[in-house]
């Protein structure tokens, strides 16, 4: 689930949490997150949570791809629960692309009024796999080192936001192109 100011954005009937599947997203609120208490920050990034996630980082924004979405739904005529459920079956998921040929999966949402799910498809094109543990981290960095570091991680500094702002264990090392080292240089500005 999104702040309900986010979830403004993303349409009826439509169930998409960019905190968790929107690189671009995340680059946005982490400019405005820098201006907040850290308390106002660390109740939202609860919204990444912890399990696997797959991360769009492709041009599309969140209203372009919400606005695909939508005609998408509408063209194969997927306007009740009741309707997506036998565009489903006898699968629970299914999936789709956008224009940029990423790969979307769509499946049963549980609330009633957001019956279509939508997040990136596992190894999609414009997509990364990622920790929900090691996405927060990285935002958290993002957020807490401001422009000053951006190119630089070091190890030190990861283990202090990890284990006091976030309340995760420390990490052995930080291997280039793996794990939180990929992942910050996906956030690395401009």
Known sequence: MVSENDLKQIRTPITFNPYKHHLHFLKG??????CLPWAEVENELLLIGTNLIDLYCGKLSVDEIDQQFMLFAETEGLTSAE???????????RKIKLSDNSEWVVKQGLHPTRFL???????????????GTTLKTVVALSVLTGKKSRNQLKLQQVNQVRSEKLGLSP????????????????FNWP
């Open 29 to 34: 609120k982490i400019k405005l997150w820098q």
């Open 171 to 186: 990490i052995k090392t930080l291997e280039k192109g793996k794990g939180i080292a990929r992942i910050w240089s996906l």
């Open 83 to 93: 309707k997506l459920k036998k565009w489903l079956s006898p699968k629970e998921f």
């Open 117 to 131: 799910h939508l997040h990136p498809a596992k190894y999609s094109p414009f997509t990364v796999r990622v920790r």
